[in-house]
């Protein structure tokens, strides 16, 4: 009876503790596709006795095994695994007269403050009685992004100096961590042959960085993540099913 197979399912990432095991696990939501691929590297040997020097021979000399996974959800975890980095959620905090704008700030230039999502802001110039401008007649503001742009200085004396509340933000910063590695698992069904269930478990798996993030795109963003499949030396040799990984079929 033949079988045919097509897989849907959660998958599962988890970092490894000293003795190999996972901790830490949770689903980076839907993932779009999931890829092993096994690859094998031989020597070949050559007869030189015939005349037609015929193949006699292969000796397989390494093995290795890659992985592929497309993860559609952008959550500050995914993005610290893709990009090598640390998810930090910010505190909040007060900023008293930072200075915008340099010494000869110019009519239409966008400056940045050095948070973004602020309140309370005021901006003041630098006479001796500070004079505070005023928000759509002397400047614009984006709290969202903090940033400002002036729009009239005249009479004001440079440089502008910013006061503002800032609010809890998440931040990922970009090859702050080593190379990370992960127990993946695939709880999954197969709904091609009565949605049979399906595990899949790779013992350790590890990543490389994310090779491309479309920043600007007219479809969802998807994080394309590849990593080898490496031997898992905490796991004992087993001659049936090694130390890289399981497939495990259940009856339906």
């Known amino acids: 009876m033949s079988t045919y197979a097509s897989f849907q399912g959660r998958v599962y ?14 689903s980076p939501g839907n993932v779009a596709e999931l890829k092993l691929a096994l690859k094998t590297e031989v020597l070949e040997h050559y007869e030189s006795q015939s005349g037609q020097r015929s193949l ?3 000796m397989v000399k390494s093995k290795s095994a890659s992985v592929n996974l497309t993860i559609e959800e952008f959550t500050p975890e995914n993005l ?10 910010g505190s909040g905090g007060t900023v008293t007269d930072e200075p ?3 010494a000869a700030p110019v009519i239409g230039d966008r400056y940045f403050l050095a948070h973004p999502k602020v309140s309370t ?12 401008l005023a928000l759509g007649t002397h400047y614009t503001a984006d709290t969202d992004f903090g940033a400002v742009q002036f729009l009239d200085i005249t009479g004001l004396t440079a440089p502008f100096k910013a006061s503002y509340a800032f609010g809890v933000v998440t931040e990922i910063g970009l090859f702050t961590q080593p190379l990370p590695e992960r127990f993946l698992r ?11 269930r399906v595990l899949v478990e790779l013992y350790r798996v590890a990543f490389d960085p994310l090779k491309e993030l479309a920043l600007i795109s007219n479809d969802y963003n998807k994080f394309e993540l590849e990593g080898s499949l490496l031997a898992d030396a905490s796991k004992p040799y087993d ?7 399981r497939i495990v079929l259940m009856p339906s």
């Open 121 to 132: 802001l005021v901006v003041q110039d630098s006479a001796a009685t500070p004079a505070t």
């Open 13 to 26: 990432l988890g970092k490894r503790d000293v003795a190999g095991n996972p901790v830490e696990v949770r």
């Open 186 to 196: 695939l709880e999954g069904v197969n709904t091609a042959a009565g949605n049979a």
């Open 56 to 58: 006699d021979h292969r």
């Open 80 to 89: 610290a695994l893709a990009l090598y980095g640390s998810s930090v959620l």
């Open 239 to 245: 001659a049936v099913l090694g130390q890289f990984g």
């Open 100 to 102: 915008i704008g340099g």
